[in-house]
């Protein structure tokens, strides 16, 4: 799969919903009925960080679940996309992009979302074939007013922001014509995951998911 294809395979799953949950599982059990509630609530395409002992095997368990699209995050080696690929991620996410990644990727046929910040290393990506990127770390690197202005010089580019955005903030940039998503943790709680409370994240993810460009105005 070239970088072009999977950059374009990437903008589908990032069209699925307004927000793509970054999930941390420290607890395989939580796995399915996380992803169950996650989809239930509107959310589909659903990152997986590979932060975690369980978080391959999660992702295994998660590509079960009907109606969801299950990605792993924090891609940084070939061996991350590899082991990804194996465990039945259908996307993967990086926090930045290298040429070992983009050839790693293209090897194992998966679709990458990566990262990038600054104006050259969007510049970068495109010359890659990439246009659908992560922009990371969102906030601390200027948020919806430095993708405001990204959009002027670089208008073929559309971004899903991730890191520091919250339902409160999340606003900011749906709003943009080059933000596509934003991806968030606040959907996905590990406290609610402890305690099990399936119903309140599902909550959680309908209220996510009604963040459409149509109810932004």
Not at 176 to 205: D, K, T
Request: hydrophobic share 50%.
């Amino acid at each position: 799969m070239t970088p072009t294809a999977q950059s374009a395979k990437a903008r589908e799953f990032c069209a699925l919903a307004p927000i793509v949950p970054v999930i941390v599982v420290q607890d395989l059990a939580h796995a399915q009925p996380l992803a169950k509630a996650l989809v239930a609530g509107g959310l589909k395409a659903l990152e997986v960080t590979l932060r975690s002992a369980c978080a391959l095997e999660a992702i295994r368990a998660m590509v079960d679940v009907e109606g969801g699209v299950v990605g792993a995050g924090t891609l940084l080696t070939p061996a991350d996309v590899k082991a990804a690929k194996a465990a039945g991620a259908q996307f993967g996410v990086a926090p930045g992009l290298t040429d070992s990644l983009v050839k790693a990727c293209e090897d194992e046929g998966l679709p990458l979302l990566p990262g990038a910040v600054t104006a050259s290393e969007v510049m970068r990506a495109l010359e890659l074939g990439y246009d659908m990127l992560k922009f990371f770390p969102a906030e601390t690197s200027g948020g919806a007013a430095a993708l405001k202005a990204m959009g002027g010089p670089l208008p073929k580019v559309s971004f899903c922001p991730t890191g520091g955005v919250s339902l409160k903030n999340a606003r900011d940039y749906l709003t943009l014509p080059n933000v596509m998503c934003v991806g968030g943790s606040w959907v996905a709680p590990q406290g609610m995951m402890s305690a099990g409370n399936w119903a309140a994240i599902e909550a959680l993810a309908t209220d996510a998911a009604a963040l459409s460009r149509a109810t932004l105005g």
